[in-house]
């Protein structure tokens, strides 16, 4: 079966613009986590979305943001760019919430820089 | 402290060793643990998944789980050059009445030929 598509690959944007990132999980998988993912941090948890609705946010300020649509894909968008905002972006597609059914199947990411 | 924990290496081992990588977490009821494998340049990708006290076993890896001593490891037996990538440990643990998996930092093997 498919895997998880993430698109675009790469993308640079300048300080102060936004992005929107997209994300088809697996088919059949509901849930859809998204992570960001720098040398320093590692991986740190965006949010999760099941079925539609927003599960779980991590510790990231308001200018990310995401949603779910009724077939499982997912958009994040990020808005007022900065610097630090340079990162690996990670979706993470699983069959319940929490990796309930078993581990996370990545997407190849999306590399944003911004300059 | 962090909540989930990894020294971030490098580990070098020479090829035909054991290699031990090493995890521990805060959270003393978290249930669920895995393993990530992840090559420079690559997205991760699960390698294990392990969620009572004890060992597992799936061919060349084991992972051992110690809850209470909230320790997980991963062993990599015979290690090979095609080894050599950055370990991530994943736990599942709750955050505000919901489930949500954390990442350790990882740890950089280096398989020397």
């Known amino acids: 079966k498919a895997g998880v598509t993430q698109t675009p690959r790469y993308l640079i944007k300048t300080r102060g613009q936004q992005v929107t990132l997209s994300c088809s999980p697996i088919?059949?998988?509901?849930?859809v986590s998204w992570y960001q993912q720098t040398p320093g941090q590692g991986l740190q948890f965006l949010f999760e979305?099941?079925?539609?609705?927003?599960?779980n946010k991590g510790n990231f300020p308001g200018r990310f943001s995401g949603r779910q649509f009724s077939n499982s894909r997912s958009e994040m968008n990020v808005s007022t760019l900065e610097l630090g905002d340079s990162a690996l972006y990670l979706c993470?597609?699983?069959?319940?919430?929490?990796?309930?059914?078993?581990?996370?199947?990545f997407g190849s990411g999306t590399r944003l820089t911004v300059v | 402290q962090k909540e989930v924990e990894q020294n971030s290496g490098p580990l070098s081992v020479p090829e035909g060793a054991i290699a031990s990588l090493n995890c521990t977490y805060s959270?003393?009821?978290?249930?669920?643990f895995f393993w990530y494998r992840q090559y420079s340049g690559k997205s991760p990708e699960l390698i294990m998944s392990?969620?009572?006290?004890g060992d597992k076993e799936d061919g060349r890896f084991t992972a051992q789980l110690n809850k209470a001593s909230q320790y997980v490891s991963l062993l990599i037996r015979d290690s090979q050059p095609s080894d050599s990538a950055t370990y991530l440990c994943?736990?599942?643990?709750?955050?505000?009445?919901?489930?949500?998996?954390?990442f350790g930092t990882g740890t950089k093997l280096q398989v020397i030929p």
């Open positions: 993470a597609s699983s069959s319940e919430p929490g990796t309930g059914g078993g581990g996370y199947t």
């Open positions: 959270d003393r009821v978290s249930q669920s």
């Open positions: 392990i969620y009572s006290n």
């Open positions: 994943a736990v599942r643990m709750n955050s505000g009445g919901y489930q949500k998996v954390t």
């Open positions: 088919s059949g998988h509901r849930s």
């Open positions: 979305y099941f079925s539609e609705t927003q599960r």
